[in-house]
């Protein structure tokens, strides 16, 4: 199966609408621009969740986003650990320095 098969089995598998950090709905159209040259908590919050609601692959939001999936991962566990919070710079910086 081609990836275009993939991307539109995988949208039709999506029923339940996608959410950002704030409750809104969102779509492809509400996610940031491919090529995003500041990433901002809220921004990354919604590329996080495009992808567990099904609007997007990992894949599909590293192609779009030029990000790694240890990036991608990284974006995730900071959100699921410590929320919006998480993913600012500042943040990381903070956390690397308590290890």
Not at 87 to 98: F, I, K, N, P, V
């Amino acid at each position: 199966m081609g990836r275009a098969a993939r991307k539109y089995n995988r949208l039709d598998r999506q029923t339940e609408p996608v959410r950002d950090p704030d409750g809104n709905v969102i779509t492809l159209s509400d996610l940031p621009a491919a090529g995003e040259p500041r990433w901002v908590p809220r921004r990354k919050a919604q590329v996080v969740a495009a992808v567990h609601g099904g609007l997007l692959s990992l894949d599909d939001a590293c192609d779009r986003y030029a990000l790694t999936v240890e990036e991608f991962l990284s974006w995730q566990t900071a959100m699921k650990k410590y929320g919006l919070a998480g993913l600012r710079a500042t943040h990381a910086q903070e956390y690397r320095q308590e290890r």
